[in-house]
């Protein structure tokens, strides 16, 4: 069962989001709440597999919230999924550099909606290789490189063809095809890539690939 927290201040959006969450089987919403104070306390309490949060939320906005969700060592387990009206933009940046695991536009539509809560809870980034070029290109390659060399300096050889591969919007499945090798041995490299590199999820791996220079913008 998929345990599902849903946050935004707008309470028509809520119940349409949850109306959908609930035709589903192996899906439960555990919690709603309309800013992000209510948001960490809920997360706390109910340790759930998906925060779903809107990005501008009084008291306090989606950023910090998943900001202290991220920090906080007892929610290790919660994937951060932000909720904008906008698209790709400031703002979601910032939430993915905070810790999100990606974003959804409120309009998206239902099947795609919750094929992205099912992504999400499996550990996998909901970063498309469009978007991620997109994100990549407005604003990764216009902020100063991150100095990650010692970290990049501890992946083997395999480990970083996968940071690259992930980097450029490959699932597990295709990088396990792409380098002739099982689905299993795949994501072990990312889990291991992930540790060492300290990131919480596949798009904080995205990011410190791109900052660090690993991967240039506008590669192949």
């Known amino acids: 069962m998929i345990r599902v927290l849903l946050v935004d201040d707008q309470p028509l959006l809520r119940s349409g989001f949850r109306a959908l969450l609930d035709m589903e089987d192996d899906i439960e919403v555990v919690g709603e709440a309309a800013d992000g104070v209510a948001a960490v306390t809920l997360a706390r309490r109910h340790r759930p597999d998906i925060a779903l949060l809107d990005i501008q939320m009084p008291v306090m906005d989606g950023i910090e919230a998943t900001r202290r969700i991220v920090a906080d060592p007892t929610l290790t387990g919660v994937h951060v999924v932000i909720l904008t009206n906008y698209g790709l933009d400031e703002y979601v940046f910032d939430a993915l550099r905070a810790g999100a695991a990606g ?98 999820d596949r798009a904080q791996l995205v990011i410190i690939a791109y900052e660090s220079g690993l991967v240039a913008p506008g590669g192949g």
């Open 103 to 200: 974003f959804l536009v409120k309009d998206v539509v239902p099947e795609d909606f919750l094929h992205a809560v099912r992504v999400a809870a499996r550990g996998d980034a909901l970063l498309a290789p469009s978007i991620t070029r997109r994100l990549i290109d407005r604003y990764v390659a216009a902020r100063p490189r991150v100095d990650a060399g010692v970290g990049l300096a501890g992946l083997t050889g395999r480990e970083r063809e996968t940071v690259v591969l992930v980097a450029r919007g490959l699932s597990t499945a295709e990088i396990a095809a792409r380098l002739v090798i099982s689905p299993l041995t795949a994501k072990t490299h990312i889990n291991r890539a992930m540790t060492k590199l300290h990131a919480r």
